[in-house]
């Protein structure tokens, strides 16, 4: 490295997201333990629900270019850019479902085990995307 440390330089970059999230969720589980002759069981039944959805707002600056920083001096000072938002949005919801069922069978006293089991999932996604209308007055 040839350049000094102090004139190292940094980037300045503002980044905007404007995202808002909802998720709902459950997860139910039950266990079971029983015995069918000298075979043990241990069997899981379950189901997993959920719902996720999310809204994405467009962010632009406003155009206001920043010099590097001096990494070991900047300058608070400087001006940055400034985000609005320009209408344009994307949106999207996510639904899954899954039901399962797990058993895990247990021979001469533990030492041999087969585990097997089934699980079905459902899952759904649909996506928006909004396009702000622009006027040109001439």
Same mark, same amino acid.
């Given at each position: 490295?040839?350049?000094? *440390?102090? &004139?190292?330089?940094?980037?300045?970059?503002? &980044?905007?997201?404007?995202?808002?999230?909802?998720?709902?969720?459950? &997860?139910? $589980?039950?266990? /079971?333990?029983?015995?069918?002759?000298?075979?043990?069981?241990?069997?899981? /039944?379950?189901?997993?629900?959920?719902?996720?959805? &999310? $809204?994405?707002? !467009?962010?632009?600056?406003?155009?206001?270019?920043?010099?590097?920083?001096?990494? *070991?001096?900047?300058?608070?000072?400087?001006?940055?850019?400034? /985000? *609005?938002?320009?209408?344009?949005?994307?949106?999207?919801?996510?639904? !899954?479902?899954?039901?399962?069922? /797990?058993?895990?069978?247990?021979?001469?006293?533990?030492?041999?085990?087969?585990?097997?089991?089934?699980?079905?999932? *459902?899952?759904?996604?649909? !996506?928006?995307?909004?396009?702000?209308?622009?006027?040109? $007055?001439?």
């Amino acid at each position: 490295i040839t350049t000094p *440390y102090n &004139q190292w330089t940094i980037n300045r970059g503002r &980044q905007a997201i404007a995202r808002d999230n909802k998720v709902l969720a459950n &997860q139910s $589980i039950l266990n /079971f333990d029983f015995n069918t002759g000298p075979i043990e069981h241990n069997a899981v /039944f379950g189901i997993d629900l959920a719902r996720e959805e &999310q $809204i994405n707002h !467009t962010r632009v600056s406003n155009g206001v270019t920043t010099t590097p920083a001096n990494l *070991y001096n900047p300058n608070a000072n400087e001006t940055v850019a400034d /985000f *609005y938002d320009n209408g344009n949005t994307s949106s999207g919801i996510t639904q !899954t479902a899954a039901a399962y069922v /797990f058993n895990t069978l247990k021979f001469l006293e533990g030492r041999i085990q087969l585990n097997g089991g089934l699980r079905y999932d *459902y899952y759904d996604t649909e !996506t928006r995307s909004y396009t702000a209308a622009t006027n040109t $007055i001439s």
